[in-house]
C-alpha cells in the first residue's frame, strides 16, 4: 500500500516563507512523478509543481508559483519537497502531495494548511 505522509504547513506572513514536505512509502511499487496541488476555499483543486524521476529530474511550475516555489527531491529519503518563498495571501489553501504511480494512478496524501495573512 502506497503512503504519503505531508508536513510543513502552518500559518505565514505575507512575504514570509514556508517548506513542505511530503514522505512517500511505497514499497514494492514504482512511482514516476512527484507533485504538489493545492484546493482554496470555494475552488478546484489546482496544479502547484511537479517532478518527473529522470537522470536530472524535470520540474514544471504553475505560472502562480513561479520564480517564487522549488520543488525538490531527496531520492534516499523518499521525500518530495516544496520549498515556498514571498508568500501572498492567495497562496492560502491546503496543500497536497501527489505521486503518479508507474501502474497509471494516483495517490495523494491528506493535506496539510497553508495560511497566509497578516
Known amino acids: 500500500q502506497v503512503q504519503l505522509v505531508e508536513s510543513g504547513g502552518g500559518l505565514v506572513q505575507p512575504g514570509g516563507s514556508l517548506r513542505l514536505s511530503c514522505a512517500v512509502s511505497s514499497g514494492f511499487f514504482s512511482y514516476y512523478a512527484m507533485g504538489w496541488y493545492r484546493q482554496a476555499p470555494g475552488k478546484q483543486r489546482e496544479f502547484v509543481a511537479t517532478?518527473?524521476?529522470?537522470?536530472?529530474?524535470?520540474?514544471n511550475y504553475a505560472d502562480s508559483v513561479k520564480g517564487r516555489f522549488t520543488i525538490s527531491r531527496d531520492n534516499a529519503k523518499n521525500t518530495v519537497n516544496l520549498q515556498m518563498n514571498s508568500l501572498k495571501p492567495e497562496d492560502t489553501a491546503v496543500y497536497y502531495c501527489n505521486v503518479r504511480m508507474s501502474l497509471g494512478y494516483d495517490v495523494w496524501g491528506q493535506g496539510t494548511q497553508v495560511t497566509v495573512s497578516s
Open positions: 517532478i518527473t524521476i529522470t537522470r536530472t529530474d524535470i520540474t
